[in-house]
Structures are given as structure tokens and as C-alpha cells.
């Protein structure tokens, strides 16, 4: 017997170096059983003085805000195919947590996302699509761990107040609403929630908000907090023995892979709970990869939760493309696999939360670093990258300058992992195409013959997994349809009667909430309409506007005709407007620019060159009042514009010169009930 597997050690051994030889992208990928190298340099992995931290996951987030939102409209089987890619277990991103927005009516980076509470006395369970997002996940892997926090939060909290604290037991009940309501609607259960996310917190809050889960029948939900910076949350937390009990897990953004000294003295979980943020190209996978292994090596953190999951929202909006991958054409079902999906893998589908750390892990001698993770039943992965500093800069925080090199790392199993017999091994190398090497699965290591002994010629930008687990795969689709920009021609009569999300498809609302609605009391034409439908401005996460609009179409857009029906709901004071060559979104949504034809209850009409109504291009006296429908007509063409009102000429030739193109767009006055119908846009060459 021990002669047959002497046998089968040198036969696998030439396997691997003959494979290691010829490997796409370094024409050599030398794993080197290294029973002959000098042990003296060797990094030693050793469970015999007990193990590390326990690890919670790899997550990302959907929201803070709205980075979902072309995701659901996407057709099938394309849109199944991108939430394989990151939620299906062993074939992707696999990921191990999702986190995402509790809607709360405000601009939170990329839209508005709606609360299941517009008002105190509503309550509705299917608004938006996180829902849904969430079962998909579920559906996909049950282990998946599900995690809730508010941004923004609708006005009726505030009380008048930009403030979410002014009534501590209504914003917990608020909160605890959409976690029964999680449970009671689509049968989903919350495992976190946080408090406010990069806002102040309330320690008072944060005790009322445990004490209200405990008494709803939610005590297996835990506390994140404060979802901002290590402090003031650590140093309030050891100072208050109470707020310190409630508290299950102190999560922090962008901590640049470090944490503080009071952060740890708490004993409490530690998670970079957003990180990343960060084009999904090569250089955002080599931040990704980086951050993964030393967030726990230099900070302790046991998750990483990556802003954000699926970059599925305009692309010119602010951070476009900074999800794991991209999804932002639904009108042609086009979409990109991109390397962070890879890097993600090499930890997520070998390692699980539950698993620990090994004491033994660190930083190599020139330059990036190592980690190992248990199950305690055997098995083990190591994780090892050498992230170079041009190929690994994240978005935030500033990464000091560092150097790595090529070298020739040897590793030593020891304690319970001295007898493993053999390692899976799969490879990852960044850089531009064709050397760009995405998980490929290599010849495995023997090492029955080696004393727990083996070598790695590591050069700059590499990722390497080194597993007992053989479950890992890389998970393809054919091809998706090729890239398309926006139909040039679009229409939506929004005539559907139980629509399956609340938000008309391809519109993204950037202040204010435009949903579905079907009119009673008008059986005719416009029974079925979108309607804006807050009343009320919302206690902000961000510098929302003081109008509320919703965009749509191809930024690239110059010349276009915008056509839709109209109806002012807020007599006197209301107003309602189209416009084109809406050059900003977001968080700026404030001083977007473009060319908005507004009408208005009192009589009035105006165009301007911005949504906050400061540059004027044209105003007078129209025969317009509330509650009647209106068909407005906006066409621009080169550095003219011209509207009409019912089919009749309004103001001709207003001469525009600046922005050159972007997005058609729908909105109100300010934060009124409006409604909209037969919305049509025919954008020309």
C-alpha cells in the first residue's frame, strides 16, 4: 500500500510541474513540491495552539441606493443567469450574505428606493424589489445570511425634523415592521439590521430598537452598528455596559483593512461591513482580492460586504460600474461576468461562515499576504495573494505605497493538518488580456511525500486557493445578446393591472417615488397611470432635491422629442414638468442641468435650465389648472427647443447651450401627488 502511493505521489508531482509549465498566462505556473527547499522561510499553518476568530461570510449589498434597479427588469433567462452568478453556491460570486437597503423614500447614491411606510398609516410589503432580490437569494442558497439597514427614512419620522431619533420607539417600530413584514409576506427571515447607515447613531435608539425585537418574537435577529467609522460607537460601547450587550456586531466602511484598539478591547465581532466601492475592472478586483485576506490579517474583520452586489443603474450616475458585475441593459439583456465575481470565489466557494481562522496567517516577506480557514473537521483553505499597489487601489481609503515582487514561498502544514494527503488548487492572475488567468483549476498537490511541505513561485497580481475541498466549479452561461444602447423609440402607457414591482420598467427615480397606479376615478384612458406619491419630504441620506424626478433613457441622448400626459393633483401650488438633457443623477441630482418644461396649477408655465428653477429660458400665462389631464410636448434639436401644450405651440425656439445630451426625465414641482401617463420619447441623430 505504501509503496502504490509513493507511486502515485511521483506520478502526481510530474502532473503538476508539467501542468504548472505550460499554464495560459505565465507559461509557467510552477508549483514546486518543495520537500527538498530549507525550511527557514516557511510559513508555518498550525492549529495546535487553537484556532482564530470564527468567520461570518463574504457579502455584498443591493442598495444605498437603488444599484439594483435595472436588475428586475431584465428578460429571462438572462436575469436567472446574473443571479446565479452571484448567489448560486459553487458556481460564482457564491456569495454568503446579502445586505440590503430598507427603503426609505430618499436619494441614497444612485435613486430612491420605497419604504414599505410612506405614511404612518401605510403599510405595504411588495413596494420595490428588494423583496424579491432577497427570495431569489433564498432561492438559490438557504444558508445565505440576510441583512437590513435604513439610509433614508420617510418623513412622517421626522416629525418636521431631518432626524430620525425625534420619536425613539416609532422609527424601532418602523424598523421591526419591515422585518415581520419580511417573515409574515415572503416567508424571509432577517439575520441582521443596522441602524443608520454613515449617520449618527442613538445609543438610546439602538436599546429600544433590541428591546422592541425581543418583544416582537425577533431575538435571533442581531445589532450592526454603526455601519460608519470605528468610533465613537467602540469607545460609547465601553463605557456603556448596556449599549456594549445589545450590540452583537460592530461594523465599519472603508476601513483600509485596519481596525482600532477600542474596537477590539469590546470582544465583539468586527466587519467591514461596505467596503470596496470601486470600478469593476482588473484594479477593482486586485482592491477586492487585497481586501478580502487583510481585512482579517491586519484588522480582525470576519466579513467583508461589498458596495455594491450588481451594478444594475445608469452607468453615468455616480460610482457606475461598481458593483461585483454589471447588468445595466435590460432593453437588450446584455451583461458582463467581471473579474470581482472570480476574486470573490476564491474565498466563497471554499470556505463558510462558521468556519475560523487559523492564528497563523500574514503577510509574505515581499509583499501581499496569506490566510487559512477551517471547518474543524478537516478540512482546510489557503488563501494567498500578491496584489501589486497600481493593481489593488480601492476607491477610499488612500493606500500608503508598498512593493511586491516575485518570490518563492514555501508552506508547512502542521498540527492536524500534517496528514493531508492532497490539495485542490485554483489561480487567478490580474492584468491586462490575454495574461488576465480567472479561477482556473490547476493540477492539485500531492503531498503525502512531502512532510506537509510545498512551494509557490508567486509573482505580482495572483490569487491563489489552495483547498481539501474538491465542490468548487467555475460556472459559465453562453454568451449573453450583444450591447445595446436604449431603444431610440420608447413608450409606456403603463396599462398594467397587477404589475409584479411597483416601478415602471427603465425609470429611475432620483428624488420623490413613482409607482403603479390604478386611477378609480377615471375608468377611461387613464385608468392606469404612474403616480408620483409622497407628500412629504424624507428625513435624507443625501442632498435630495427639492423637486422629485425620475430619469430614463441613453445619457447620450442629444436631440429628442419627450411627449407624456400629465395631471396636477395639488391645486394652486402644484406643477408638474418633462425634460431632456438631464446631465446629472444621484447624489447631485440638486444641480442637474438640462431643459425642464414645467406647467403649473395656478395658470402658469415656465422652461428653465435646471431642475432647481434658477436659469429661465422662457415663462408666461397658460390655461392649465388642477386636477385635469394635460398633454405636454418638449422637442430639442441642436441648440433650439420647443414645447407645446394639448398639440398647441407654447414657446418656440429657446435657445440652449449647455448640457449637450443626457437623460429624459418626468417630475414634480416639489413633493406632490402628480400623475403620468402614455410617457413617450423618440430621440433623433
Known sequence: MAERLQQASQQRRGKAMTAAAGSAGRAALPLLLCALLARGGAYVLDDSDGLGREFDGIGAVSGGGATSRLLVNYPEPYRSEILDYLFKPNFGASLHSLKVEIGGDGQTTDGTEPSHMHYELDENYFRGYEWWLMKEAKKRNPNIKLIGLPWSFPGWLGKGFNWPYVNLQLTAYYVVTWIAGAKHYHDLDIDYVGIWNERSFDSNYIKVLRRMLNYQGFQQVKIIASDNLWEPISASMLLDAELLKVIDVIGAHYPGTHTIKQARLTKKKLWSSEDFSTLNNDVGAGCWARILNQNYINGYMTSTIAWNLVASYYEQLPYGRSGLMTAQEPWSGHYVVQPPIWISAHTTQFTQPGWRYLK?????????????????????????????????????????????????????????????????????????????????????LWLLDTDGSFSLELQEDELFTLTTLTTGSKGSYPPPPKSQPFPRVYKDDFNVDYPFFSEAPNFADQTGVFEY??????????????????????????????????????????????????????????????????????????????????????????????????????????????????TLTLTIKGHLSSGTLNGQLLWTNARVIFPKNGWAAIGTYAFEFAQFDNFQVEAMP
Request: positive net charge; hydrophobic residues 40%.
Open 517 to 630: 397606479f390604478m386611477n378609480i376615478e377615471d375608468p377611461g384612458e387613464h385608468r392606469f397611470t404612474l403616480r408620483q406619491v409622497l407628500n412629504q419630504r424624507p428625513v435624507t441620506w443625501a442632498a435630495d432635491a427639492f423637486n422629485t424626478i425620475s430619469i430614463i433613457g441613453d445619457y447620450k441622448w442629444s436631440n429628442m422629442t419627450i411627449r407624456c400626459d400629465v395631471f396636477i393633483e395639488t391645486p394652486e401650488k402644484g406643477g408638474v414638468f418633462i425634460a431632456g438633457r438631464v446631465n446629472k443623477g444621484g447624489i447631485l441630482i440638486r444641480s442637474a442641468r438640462g431643459i425642464f418644461f414645467w406647467i403649473f396649477a395656478n395658470g402658469t408655465y415656465r422652461v428653465t435650465g435646471d431642475l432647481a428653477g434658477w436659469i429661465v429660458y422662457a415663462f408666461g400665462q397658460v390655461d392649465v389648472t388642477a386636477h385635469k389631464w394635460y
Open 360 to 444: 497563523t496567517v500574514g503577510h509574505l516577506e515581499k509583499g501581499g499576504s496569506y490566510l487559512a480557514l477551517t471547518d474543524g473537521l478537516g478540512n482546510l483553505t489557503i488563501i494567498i495573494e500578491t496584489m501589486s499597489h497600481r493593481h489593488s487601489k480601492c476607491i477610499r481609503p488612500f493606500l500608503p505605497y508598498f512593493n511586491v515582487s516575485q518570490q518563492l514561498a514555501t508552506f508547512v502544514l502542521q498540527g492536524s493538518f500534517s496528514k493531508i494527503p492532497e490539495l485542490q488548487v485554483w489561480h487567478s492572475k490580474l492584468g491586462k488580456p490575454p495574461l488576465t488567468v480567472l479561477l482556473k483549476q490547476l493540477d492539485s
